[in-house]
Protein backbone atom coordinates (compact mmCIF):
# COMPACT_ATOMS: atom_id res chain seq x y z
CA UNK A 1 0.00 0.00 0.00
CA UNK A 2 1.33 3.46 -0.79
CA UNK A 3 1.09 6.72 0.65
CA UNK A 4 0.92 10.04 -0.98
CA UNK A 5 2.72 13.05 0.06
CA UNK A 6 0.41 16.52 -0.13
CA UNK A 7 1.49 17.49 -4.12
CA UNK A 8 1.28 13.49 -5.10
CA UNK A 9 -2.49 13.75 -3.81
CA UNK A 10 -3.12 16.93 -5.43
CA UNK A 11 -1.80 15.87 -8.72
CA UNK A 12 -3.65 12.53 -8.66
CA UNK A 13 -7.01 14.23 -7.45
CA UNK A 14 -6.20 17.47 -10.42
CA UNK A 15 -6.05 13.99 -13.16
CA UNK A 16 -8.90 12.86 -12.00
CA UNK A 17 -11.06 15.72 -12.93
CA UNK A 18 -9.00 16.57 -16.04
CA UNK A 19 -7.94 19.68 -14.71
CA UNK A 20 -4.13 21.22 -15.77
CA UNK A 21 -1.37 23.13 -14.35
CA UNK A 22 -2.47 26.31 -15.79
CA UNK A 23 -6.44 25.81 -14.23
CA UNK A 24 -4.82 26.96 -11.08
CA UNK A 25 -2.94 29.95 -12.17
CA UNK A 26 -4.25 33.16 -10.66
CA UNK A 27 -2.87 37.13 -9.10
CA UNK A 28 -2.37 34.81 -6.38
CA UNK A 29 -0.59 32.01 -7.84
CA UNK A 30 1.58 30.78 -11.05
CA UNK A 31 1.85 27.79 -12.60
CA UNK A 32 5.53 27.52 -11.69
CA UNK A 33 4.69 27.75 -8.31
CA UNK A 34 1.93 25.22 -8.64
CA UNK A 35 3.84 23.04 -10.29
CA UNK A 36 6.63 23.68 -7.31
CA UNK A 37 3.84 22.27 -4.69
CA UNK A 38 2.56 19.35 -6.97
CA UNK A 39 6.29 17.68 -6.91
CA UNK A 40 6.89 18.69 -3.25
CA UNK A 41 9.73 21.41 -3.44
CA UNK A 42 6.96 23.81 -1.81
CA UNK A 43 4.91 23.31 0.75
CA UNK A 44 1.60 23.59 0.52
CA UNK A 45 -0.14 25.91 3.28
CA UNK A 46 -3.77 26.12 4.84
CA UNK A 47 -4.63 29.25 3.06
CA UNK A 48 -3.74 27.95 -0.43
CA UNK A 49 -4.89 24.70 -0.46
CA UNK A 50 -8.18 26.22 0.75
CA UNK A 51 -8.09 27.98 -2.59
CA UNK A 52 -7.21 24.80 -4.82
CA UNK A 53 -10.05 23.04 -2.87
CA UNK A 54 -12.28 25.88 -4.26
CA UNK A 55 -11.43 25.60 -7.76
CA UNK A 56 -11.29 21.47 -7.35
CA UNK A 57 -15.43 21.61 -6.02
CA UNK A 58 -16.29 24.04 -8.68
CA UNK A 59 -14.76 21.74 -11.84
CA UNK A 60 -16.18 18.46 -10.05
CA UNK A 61 -19.84 20.51 -10.31
CA UNK A 62 -19.24 21.25 -13.50
CA UNK A 63 -18.62 17.84 -14.51
CA UNK A 64 -21.43 16.64 -11.78
CA UNK A 65 -18.59 14.51 -10.30
CA UNK A 66 -18.90 13.96 -6.17
CA UNK A 67 -15.41 14.61 -4.30
CA UNK A 68 -15.17 13.77 -0.35
CA UNK A 69 -12.05 15.92 0.26
CA UNK A 70 -11.60 18.87 2.25
CA UNK A 71 -8.34 20.94 2.70
CA UNK A 72 -7.31 18.98 5.71
CA UNK A 73 -6.83 16.31 3.70
CA UNK A 74 -5.14 17.88 0.54
CA UNK A 75 -2.54 18.95 3.93
CA UNK A 76 -2.21 15.16 5.31
CA UNK A 77 1.59 13.76 5.43
CA UNK A 78 2.18 10.28 3.86
CA UNK A 79 2.53 9.22 7.88
CA UNK A 80 -0.54 10.88 8.83
CA UNK A 81 -2.73 9.05 5.95
CA UNK A 82 -1.14 5.71 6.62
CA UNK A 83 -1.48 5.74 10.41
CA UNK A 84 -5.34 6.99 9.48
CA UNK A 85 -5.58 3.59 7.53
CA UNK A 86 -3.37 1.60 9.80
CA UNK A 87 -6.27 2.50 12.84
CA UNK A 88 -8.87 1.52 10.51
CA UNK A 89 -7.18 -1.66 9.55
CA UNK A 90 -7.31 -2.80 13.21
CA UNK A 91 -10.89 -2.35 14.19
CA UNK A 92 -13.59 -4.73 14.24
CA UNK A 93 -11.44 -7.99 14.59
CA UNK A 94 -8.78 -7.73 12.25
CA UNK A 95 -7.51 -10.60 10.62
CA UNK A 96 -3.97 -12.07 10.76
CA UNK A 97 -3.54 -10.39 6.86
CA UNK A 98 -4.57 -6.88 8.34
CA UNK A 99 -2.23 -7.03 10.68
CA UNK A 100 0.85 -8.00 8.90
CA UNK A 101 -0.19 -5.17 6.24
CA UNK A 102 -0.03 -2.63 9.19
CA UNK A 103 2.99 -4.03 11.07
CA UNK A 104 4.60 -3.28 7.20
CA UNK A 105 3.22 -0.08 7.14
CA UNK A 106 4.14 0.90 10.70
CA UNK A 107 7.31 0.23 10.07
CA UNK A 108 7.53 1.80 6.58
CA UNK A 109 6.43 5.29 7.47
CA UNK A 110 7.85 5.00 11.17
CA UNK A 111 4.22 4.86 12.91
CA UNK A 112 5.90 3.17 16.53
CA UNK A 113 2.47 3.11 18.12
CA UNK A 114 0.72 1.34 15.21
CA UNK A 115 3.83 -1.38 14.37
CA UNK A 116 3.72 -1.96 18.15
CA UNK A 117 -0.09 -2.48 18.27
CA UNK A 118 -0.38 -4.43 15.66
CA UNK A 119 2.49 -6.90 16.41
CA UNK A 120 0.32 -7.14 19.90
CA UNK A 121 -2.76 -8.01 18.08
CA UNK A 122 -0.89 -10.57 16.06
CA UNK A 123 0.60 -12.28 19.49
CA UNK A 124 -3.01 -12.23 20.38
CA UNK A 125 -3.88 -13.86 17.46
CA UNK A 126 -1.42 -16.51 17.43
CA UNK A 127 -1.95 -16.96 21.68
CA UNK A 128 -5.36 -17.79 21.14
CA UNK A 129 -4.76 -20.88 18.31
CA UNK A 130 -2.61 -22.14 20.90
CA UNK A 131 1.06 -20.91 18.23
CA UNK A 132 2.95 -20.39 21.57
CA UNK A 133 6.74 -19.64 19.41
CA UNK A 134 4.66 -17.46 16.88
CA UNK A 135 2.97 -15.41 19.63
CA UNK A 136 6.14 -15.15 21.61
CA UNK A 137 8.12 -13.93 19.04
CA UNK A 138 5.11 -10.94 17.66
CA UNK A 139 5.00 -10.11 21.13
CA UNK A 140 8.60 -10.01 21.83
CA UNK A 141 8.62 -7.54 18.62
CA UNK A 142 5.75 -5.66 20.29
CA UNK A 143 7.29 -5.31 23.72
CA UNK A 144 10.67 -3.67 21.86
CA UNK A 145 8.64 -1.09 20.41
CA UNK A 146 7.02 -0.03 23.30
CA UNK A 147 10.38 0.10 25.30
CA UNK A 148 11.43 2.41 22.65
CA UNK A 149 8.14 4.70 23.08
CA UNK A 150 8.23 4.17 27.06
CA UNK A 151 4.88 2.80 26.97
CA UNK A 152 4.74 1.13 30.49
CA UNK A 153 1.15 0.18 30.43
CA UNK A 154 1.74 -2.20 27.38
CA UNK A 155 4.87 -3.47 28.37
CA UNK A 156 2.97 -5.06 31.50
CA UNK A 157 0.21 -7.05 29.56
CA UNK A 158 3.53 -8.15 26.75
CA UNK A 159 5.63 -9.34 29.27
CA UNK A 160 2.59 -11.36 31.43
CA UNK A 161 1.84 -12.61 27.58
CA UNK A 162 5.30 -13.60 27.26
CA UNK A 163 5.61 -15.24 30.34
CA UNK A 164 2.13 -17.47 29.88
CA UNK A 165 4.52 -18.16 25.68
CA UNK A 166 7.53 -19.18 27.93
CA UNK A 167 4.91 -21.27 30.77
CA UNK A 168 2.71 -23.44 27.97
CA UNK A 169 6.66 -24.38 26.22
CA UNK A 170 7.82 -25.64 29.88
CA UNK A 171 10.37 -22.84 30.40
CA UNK A 172 9.38 -22.19 33.50
CA UNK A 173 12.48 -20.31 34.61
CA UNK A 174 11.89 -17.80 31.91
CA UNK A 175 8.46 -17.67 32.47
CA UNK A 176 9.21 -16.47 36.22
CA UNK A 177 11.31 -13.70 34.94
CA UNK A 178 8.54 -12.29 32.31
CA UNK A 179 6.02 -12.91 35.53
CA UNK A 180 7.61 -10.97 37.90
CA UNK A 181 8.82 -7.90 35.86
CA UNK A 182 4.91 -7.78 35.01
CA UNK A 183 3.96 -7.75 38.15
CA UNK A 184 6.68 -4.93 38.95
CA UNK A 185 5.80 -2.75 36.07
CA UNK A 186 1.67 -3.58 37.03
CA UNK A 187 2.19 -2.51 40.82
CA UNK A 188 4.12 0.63 40.06
CA UNK A 189 1.13 1.75 37.65
CA UNK A 190 -1.26 0.51 39.99
CA UNK A 191 -2.68 -1.72 37.32
CA UNK A 192 -4.51 -4.19 39.59
CA UNK A 193 -5.83 -6.78 37.31
CA UNK A 194 -2.26 -7.25 35.54
CA UNK A 195 -0.76 -7.78 38.87
CA UNK A 196 -3.29 -10.54 40.10
CA UNK A 197 -3.02 -12.63 36.63
CA UNK A 198 0.95 -12.18 37.07
CA UNK A 199 0.85 -13.37 40.87
CA UNK A 200 -1.79 -16.29 39.88
CA UNK A 201 0.10 -17.28 36.99
CA UNK A 202 3.49 -17.22 39.03
CA UNK A 203 1.86 -19.75 41.55
CA UNK A 204 0.68 -22.14 38.88
CA UNK A 205 4.63 -21.88 37.07
CA UNK A 206 6.19 -22.71 41.03
CA UNK A 207 3.49 -25.49 40.99
CA UNK A 208 4.30 -26.73 37.66
CA UNK A 209 7.83 -26.58 38.35
CA UNK A 210 7.32 -28.77 41.71
CA UNK A 211 7.95 -25.87 44.13
CA UNK A 212 4.49 -26.12 45.80
CA UNK A 213 5.26 -24.22 49.39
CA UNK A 214 5.98 -21.36 46.88
CA UNK A 215 3.12 -21.88 44.88
CA UNK A 216 0.84 -21.72 48.15
CA UNK A 217 2.45 -18.51 49.19
CA UNK A 218 1.12 -16.75 45.50
CA UNK A 219 -1.84 -18.63 46.27
CA UNK A 220 -2.41 -16.65 49.67
CA UNK A 221 -1.06 -13.71 48.28
CA UNK A 222 -3.66 -13.51 44.89
CA UNK A 223 -6.44 -14.15 47.52
CA UNK A 224 -5.31 -10.98 49.39
CA UNK A 225 -5.12 -8.74 46.38
CA UNK A 226 -8.50 -10.08 44.47
CA UNK A 227 -10.64 -9.00 47.42
CA UNK A 228 -12.38 -5.93 46.37
CA UNK A 229 -12.10 -6.86 42.78
CA UNK A 230 -15.73 -7.31 40.91
CA UNK A 231 -14.73 -10.73 39.35
CA UNK A 232 -14.13 -11.79 43.15
CA UNK A 233 -15.96 -15.03 43.26
CA UNK A 234 -14.63 -16.49 40.05
CA UNK A 235 -11.14 -15.70 40.66
CA UNK A 236 -11.78 -17.47 44.24
CA UNK A 237 -12.87 -20.72 42.76
CA UNK A 238 -9.84 -21.03 40.48
CA UNK A 239 -7.17 -19.87 43.59
CA UNK A 240 -8.73 -22.73 45.52
CA UNK A 241 -8.55 -24.73 42.23
CA UNK A 242 -5.26 -24.57 41.95
CA UNK A 243 -4.65 -24.35 46.29
CA UNK A 244 -6.51 -28.03 46.34
CA UNK A 245 -3.73 -28.86 44.08
CA UNK A 246 -0.97 -28.06 45.91
CA UNK A 247 -2.28 -29.71 48.95
CA UNK A 248 -2.54 -32.76 47.32
CA UNK A 249 0.93 -32.38 46.08
CA UNK A 250 1.97 -32.50 50.00
CA UNK A 251 -0.56 -35.68 50.47
CA UNK A 252 -3.29 -34.04 51.97
CA UNK A 253 -6.02 -35.06 49.55
CA UNK A 254 -8.88 -35.17 51.71
CA UNK A 255 -7.94 -31.73 52.38
CA UNK A 256 -7.85 -30.91 48.57
CA UNK A 257 -11.26 -33.15 48.22
CA UNK A 258 -12.57 -30.84 50.45
CA UNK A 259 -12.03 -27.66 49.17
CA UNK A 260 -13.13 -28.77 45.81
CA UNK A 261 -16.31 -30.36 47.04
CA UNK A 262 -17.02 -26.88 48.96
CA UNK A 263 -16.61 -24.83 45.35
CA UNK A 264 -19.33 -26.73 43.94
CA UNK A 265 -21.59 -26.76 46.75
CA UNK A 266 -21.17 -22.84 47.43
CA UNK A 267 -21.04 -21.75 44.23
CA UNK A 268 -24.18 -21.48 41.87
CA UNK A 269 -24.29 -20.63 38.05
CA UNK A 270 -20.03 -21.78 37.93
CA UNK A 271 -18.10 -20.88 34.58
CA UNK A 272 -18.83 -24.75 32.25
CA UNK A 273 -14.70 -25.12 32.17
CA UNK A 274 -14.02 -24.33 35.97
CA UNK A 275 -16.91 -26.47 36.79
CA UNK A 276 -15.15 -29.09 34.51
CA UNK A 277 -11.40 -28.26 36.00
CA UNK A 278 -13.13 -29.41 39.32
CA UNK A 279 -14.44 -32.40 38.38
CA UNK A 280 -11.51 -33.32 37.22
CA UNK A 281 -9.55 -32.54 39.58
CA UNK A 282 -11.68 -34.63 41.83
CA UNK A 283 -11.05 -37.84 39.37
CA UNK A 284 -7.67 -37.86 39.76
CA UNK A 285 -7.58 -37.07 43.61
CA UNK A 286 -9.91 -40.18 43.85
CA UNK A 287 -8.19 -41.83 41.43
CA UNK A 288 -5.08 -41.31 44.13
CA UNK A 289 -7.17 -42.26 46.43
CA UNK A 290 -7.70 -46.08 44.69
CA UNK A 291 -11.52 -45.22 45.02
CA UNK A 292 -11.98 -46.05 41.31
CA UNK A 293 -15.79 -45.49 41.12
CA UNK A 294 -15.81 -41.86 42.30
CA UNK A 295 -12.81 -41.67 40.49
CA UNK A 296 -14.60 -43.08 37.16
CA UNK A 297 -17.96 -41.12 37.75
CA UNK A 298 -16.10 -37.68 38.48
CA UNK A 299 -13.65 -37.97 35.28
CA UNK A 300 -16.65 -38.51 32.93
CA UNK A 301 -19.00 -35.88 34.32
CA UNK A 302 -15.54 -33.66 33.10
CA UNK A 303 -15.83 -35.29 29.86
CA UNK A 304 -19.08 -34.60 29.29
CA UNK A 305 -18.69 -30.85 29.88
CA UNK A 306 -15.60 -30.19 27.70
CA UNK A 307 -16.62 -32.04 24.81
CA UNK A 308 -19.17 -29.05 24.88
CA UNK A 309 -17.42 -26.22 26.86
CA UNK A 310 -13.88 -26.49 26.88
CA UNK A 311 -11.88 -28.89 24.25
CA UNK A 312 -8.96 -27.31 24.71
CA UNK A 313 -8.64 -28.58 27.89
CA UNK A 314 -10.32 -32.28 27.24
CA UNK A 315 -7.24 -34.04 26.98
CA UNK A 316 -6.27 -33.34 30.64
CA UNK A 317 -9.08 -35.75 31.76
CA UNK A 318 -9.07 -37.90 28.63
CA UNK A 319 -4.74 -38.80 29.81
CA UNK A 320 -5.57 -38.44 33.35
CA UNK A 321 -9.00 -41.18 33.46
CA UNK A 322 -6.62 -43.41 31.02
CA UNK A 323 -4.49 -43.90 33.96
CA UNK A 324 -7.80 -45.16 35.57
CA UNK A 325 -7.64 -48.20 32.91
CA UNK A 326 -3.92 -48.66 33.64
CA UNK A 327 -4.30 -48.91 37.39
CA UNK A 328 -7.16 -51.35 36.72
CA UNK A 329 -4.90 -53.32 34.05
CA UNK A 330 -7.16 -52.18 31.27
CA UNK A 331 -4.15 -51.37 28.41
CA UNK A 332 -5.69 -51.51 25.14
CA UNK A 333 -8.93 -49.35 26.92
CA UNK A 334 -5.95 -47.29 28.21
CA UNK A 335 -3.68 -46.93 24.75
CA UNK A 336 -7.13 -45.73 22.85
CA UNK A 337 -7.48 -43.34 25.56
CA UNK A 338 -4.19 -42.16 25.66
CA UNK A 339 -3.86 -41.74 22.02
CA UNK A 340 -6.73 -39.61 21.45
CA UNK A 341 -5.26 -37.64 24.46
CA UNK A 342 -2.14 -36.86 22.98
CA UNK A 343 -3.37 -36.07 19.94
CA UNK A 344 -5.47 -33.57 21.65
CA UNK A 345 -3.20 -32.02 23.53
CA UNK A 346 -0.44 -31.78 20.45
CA UNK A 347 -3.75 -30.02 18.85
CA UNK A 348 -3.89 -27.23 21.37
CA UNK A 349 0.06 -27.63 22.05
CA UNK A 350 -0.65 -28.43 25.71
CA UNK A 351 3.05 -29.69 26.35
CA UNK A 352 2.61 -30.25 30.10
CA UNK A 353 -0.28 -32.46 29.33
CA UNK A 354 1.39 -34.50 26.03
CA UNK A 355 4.39 -35.61 28.27
CA UNK A 356 1.86 -36.57 30.77
CA UNK A 357 0.21 -38.93 28.24
CA UNK A 358 3.18 -39.77 26.65
CA UNK A 359 4.78 -41.12 29.99
CA UNK A 360 1.28 -42.62 30.84
CA UNK A 361 1.87 -44.50 27.16
CA UNK A 362 5.65 -45.78 28.01
CA UNK A 363 4.33 -46.96 31.77
CA UNK A 364 1.90 -49.30 29.20
CA UNK A 365 4.52 -50.08 26.38
CA UNK A 366 6.81 -51.58 29.53
CA UNK A 367 4.00 -53.39 30.79
CA UNK A 368 3.44 -55.57 27.73
CA UNK A 369 7.26 -55.31 26.76
CA UNK A 370 6.89 -53.25 23.92
CA UNK A 371 10.16 -51.24 24.25
CA UNK A 372 10.83 -49.88 20.91
CA UNK A 373 7.52 -48.28 20.90
CA UNK A 374 8.21 -46.71 24.05
CA UNK A 375 11.42 -45.94 23.48
CA UNK A 376 10.36 -43.84 20.61
CA UNK A 377 8.03 -42.18 22.86
CA UNK A 378 11.08 -41.06 25.00
CA UNK A 379 12.55 -39.68 21.93
CA UNK A 380 9.59 -37.60 21.38
CA UNK A 381 9.36 -36.35 25.21
CA UNK A 382 13.41 -35.44 24.78
CA UNK A 383 12.52 -33.31 21.41
CA UNK A 384 9.96 -31.56 23.45
CA UNK A 385 12.00 -30.20 26.46
CA UNK A 386 15.47 -30.05 24.89
CA UNK A 387 16.39 -26.78 24.41
CA UNK A 388 14.39 -25.14 27.22
CA UNK A 389 15.09 -24.54 30.56
CA UNK A 390 13.27 -27.34 31.89
CA UNK A 391 16.23 -29.58 32.99
CA UNK A 392 14.78 -31.48 35.40
CA UNK A 393 12.30 -32.98 32.66
CA UNK A 394 14.81 -33.36 30.56
CA UNK A 395 16.85 -35.32 32.99
CA UNK A 396 14.14 -37.32 33.78
CA UNK A 397 13.80 -38.44 30.36
CA UNK A 398 17.66 -39.26 30.03
CA UNK A 399 17.30 -40.84 33.13
CA UNK A 400 14.13 -43.10 32.29
CA UNK A 401 15.31 -43.94 28.91
CA UNK A 402 19.00 -45.07 30.50
CA UNK A 403 16.71 -47.56 32.66
CA UNK A 404 15.02 -48.62 29.72
CA UNK A 405 18.80 -49.47 27.90
CA UNK A 406 20.31 -51.06 30.84
CA UNK A 407 16.91 -53.06 31.08
CA UNK A 408 17.50 -54.53 27.61
CA UNK A 409 21.22 -55.00 27.75
CA UNK A 410 21.68 -52.13 25.22
CA UNK A 411 24.99 -50.81 27.39
CA UNK A 412 26.23 -48.57 24.85
CA UNK A 413 22.97 -46.46 24.03
CA UNK A 414 22.92 -46.25 27.99
CA UNK A 415 26.24 -45.47 28.75
CA UNK A 416 25.69 -42.16 25.67
CA UNK A 417 22.65 -41.02 28.00
CA UNK A 418 24.07 -41.37 31.19
CA UNK A 419 26.96 -38.96 30.09
CA UNK A 420 23.69 -36.56 28.72
CA UNK A 421 22.30 -36.81 31.94
CA UNK A 422 25.87 -36.17 33.62
CA UNK A 423 26.42 -33.10 31.26
CA UNK A 424 23.34 -31.39 33.15
CA UNK A 425 23.67 -32.46 36.90
CA UNK A 426 27.71 -31.49 36.41
CA UNK A 427 28.64 -34.57 37.73
Known amino acids: MEF ?13 LNMTQNDFTDDTMTRSYFGMIEVGKRNLNKNTAKLIMEKLRSKAKELNV ?66 FLDAF ?17 KQCYLNNR ?57 IELYIFKIVNLYDYKEKN ?33 INKKIEGTIYNNLGRMYLEKKDFDNSLKYFNISEAIRVDHDEAKLSHTIIEKANLYIEKQLYTESMLLLKVGCDLAKKYNDNYYLIEGYYLLIDVYEKLNRCEEAEEIYYKIIDLVKGKYNFSELLKAYLKLTELYIKENKMEKANYFIKLSQNITGS
Open 4 to 16: LTPGQRLKKIRKE
Open 66 to 131: EININENDLLMSREEEAGIYCKGKMENNPTEEDVNSVIEIGSKYGLKEEEANAYKVLGDIKYESYQ
Open 137 to 153: IAYNNSLEIYKEIKNID
Open 162 to 218: LGMCKHCELDYVEALLYFGRAQQYAAEIKDIDTEVKCIFNMALTYKKFGKVEKALEY
Open 237 to 269: IQANILKANCLNEQGHTEEAIQVLVERLDDSTN
